[in-house]
């Protein structure tokens, strides 16, 4: 059973960091992407970057590229991974719960691909 489990969140200035984690487990193989997505108030939720546990591979939206940087750990146990977001000059329209998703294909920044997701974490950009 895959389970994701997102921490990290909470309230930060303009201008501040975070760093976000998702800890993945269940995958019975090492070739699956974790993804970030982010739904702010009022919109749809959005893709804002991936890697792949395998090759650790990333993207980015173009709204964080520069500011967000996407990494992973892999954990010897049972294709267990920790996939991390650092989040750097975060603005105001960062605001929003941040979900960790899992896909067992090629991911990419649609949430519509992924099959697995964590229960998310609330991210509060304001002065």
């Known amino acids: 059973q895959v389970q994701l489990v997102e921490s990290g969140g909470g309230p930060v200035q303009p201008g501040g960091s975070l760093r976000l984690s998702c800890e993945a487990s269940?995958?019975?193989?090492?070739?699956?992407?974790i993804g970030w997505f982010l739904q702010a108030p009022g919109k749809e939720r959005e893709g804002v970057s991936f890697i792949s546990i395998n090759d650790g591979s990333a993207a980015y939206a173009d709204s964080v590229k520069g500011r967000f940087t996407i990494s992973r750990d892999i954990s010897s146990d049972n294709y267990k991974a920790t996939v991390y977001l650092q989040m750097n000059n975060l603005k105001p329209e960062d605001t929003g719960v941040y979900y960790c998703?899992?896909?067992?294909?090629?991911?990419?920044?649609?949430?519509?691909?992924?099959?697995?997701w964590g229960q998310g974490t609330q991210v509060t950009v304001s002065s």
């Open positions: 998703a899992g896909d067992p294909g090629w991911g990419g920044l649609v949430p519509w691909n992924y099959e697995y």
């Open positions: 269940g995958f019975t193989y090492n070739y699956y992407v």
